[in-house]
């Protein structure tokens, strides 16, 4: 069975700081990753995702993670955090098409202007 | 092209109560999942639906249930209320079963009183 570990249940940066964001998973096959962002009051939105291509995925608004099986992690990073990447980060591993999504606890940021 | 959609936004029960809430995948989209969202437990997947039949369940009780129509759209029920199913519940559609590239809707906080 896949499971997910999100270090870090709070993380605060300052606006313009590097954004890092951990999440390592555990799944006997190959697994597909995934990270979403959720806004206050709303869904979840998929930020980017990784199917056995490259291993550096590049997603929306400037974030990007890696794949590195040998330490079976998925880190979530951004350059330059902006006021605007306030919220919270889930991280969401399957082994498969045929498994459900299984999340992480979440990873709420906050930036510090 | 209209996201997913969930109504009601919000509603407030009794406990012993039962609900139904709704859900309209992306025009297209054929498979609905759904998920339950609490402080405590984060992002819980309840079940899955694909040309109106469950490809796949969570982990709930018997009295958490859903269907999908004809067009896609699905509902789920939950009967007899209980305080600990407060919860945001989400939907999220794909265009076929098993492509984990979900599209996550709004979701509706329940709340039970």
């Known amino acids: 069975a896949q499971s997910v570990t999100q270090l870090g249940s709070h993380v605060s940066v300052s606006e313009g700081a590097l954004v890092l964001l951990r999440c390592n998973y555990s799944?006997?096959?190959?697994?597909?990753l995934f990270w979403y962002v959720q806004y206050p009051n709303q869904g979840l939105q998929l930020l980017l995702k990784y199917t056995s291509a490259a291993t550096l995925v590049k997603g929306i608004n400037g974030f990007e993670a890696e794949f590195k099986k040998s330490e079976t992690s998925f880190h979530l990073t951004k350059p330059s955090a902006h006021m605007s990447d306030a919220a919270e980060y889930f991280c969401a591993v399957t082994d498969s098409g045929n498994t459900p999504l299984v999340f992480g606890k979440g990873t709420r940021l906050s930036v510090i202007a | 092209k209209a996201g997913v959609t969930q109504t009601p936004r919000y509603l407030i029960k009794t406990r012993g109560q039962q609900v139904t809430l709704s859900c309209s995948p992306i025009?297209?989209?054929?498979?609905v999942s759904w998920y339950q969202q609490t402080p405590g437990q984060g992002l819980q997947f309840l079940f899955e639906y694909f040309s109106e039949t469950q490809r796949n369940k969570g982990n709930f009780p018997g009295r958490f249930s859903g269907r999908q129509f004809s067009n896609s759209r699905s509902e789920m029920n939950v009967s007899t209320l209980e305080l600990g199913d407060s919860a945001l519940y989400l939907c999220a559609s794909s265009l076929i079963a098993g492509n984990n590239e979900q599209f996550f809707g709004p979701g509706t906080r329940l709340t039970v009183l």
């Open positions: 025009s297209g989209h054929r498979s």
């Open positions: 799944s006997s096959v190959p697994p597909y």
